[in-house]
């Protein structure tokens, strides 16, 4: 697969210090999708086939109905419902025709029903961002000892990202320099998540009556980037 260099956003996302740079790329990219689709692009052709055949996963057919402007989106899922019509129709006749053998017609048409749950076209167009800002996380490592700086002192990835940086990571840093890399991000994690560690017990201490210590600063949104580092962000 070919990638390409984002440099000025990854470099962006490092000087934000967010608890995982990634996350706050991802979330970037998806608000500008979320302008997208409900911008005059999905009123274009090439769009409003992909839309009709494969639509949006349950996140993202949510976040574009809390968005501004409904033009589009009442064509688009018009025409998406229309499709979905006809495929329930084939479904219908596929289980009545198998008679006796319904149960195992019914396991087939649940099955197709979850593979289009998930198929989405903005979760699409995020992965592909989102690899293009793990490879040119690799490549500035590769190319830029001041970026390698800003990612030894930045708080790493989340465990969802994490992932995605080891494998990038194998695909394009030479053999020689595999162990350094490896070796880096796994310092970062267990350094950044002994860190949290430490803020989630100072952020109990609030609740403690018996203890005079008082939960610092740094500690109040503990709670949250132990959410974050675990689970990648979330709803906002
Ligand atoms: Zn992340
Ligand atoms: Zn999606």
Known sequence: MKYELQTIPVWKAFEAEPECALCLLE????????????GNSIMTPEIRVKLNERGFCRRHFHLLLAGEGKLGYSLALGTHLET?????????????????????????VAEELRRHESDCLMCERIRFNVLNFAYTVAKLYLDEP???????????????????????????????????????????????????????????????????????????????????????????
């Open 27 to 38: 979330q970037e990219s998806e608000q500008r999708n979320v302008t997208f689709f409900l």
């Open 146 to 236: 001041e970026f390698a700086d800003a990612l030894r002192a930045s708080n790493g990835f989340c465990l969802p990202h994490l992932a995605g940086v080891l494998e990038m990571g194998a695909e394009v840093i030479p053999a020689k320099r595999q162990s350094e890399w490896n070796a880096l991000i796994f310092e970062i994690e267990s350094r950044t998540i002994g860190q949290l560690r430490t803020h989630l017990e100072e952020f109990t201490w609030q609740f403690d009556y018996q203890t005079d210590k008082k939960t610092p600063p740094h500690a109040r949104d503990a709670v949250q980037r132990a959410v974050e580092r675990l689970a990648g962000y979330g709803p906002r």
């Open 84 to 108: 979905i019509e006809k495929r329930l129709a084939k479904m219908e006749r596929r289980i009545a025709r198998a008679g006796r053998s319904a149960g195992k017609a019914v396991g087939s």
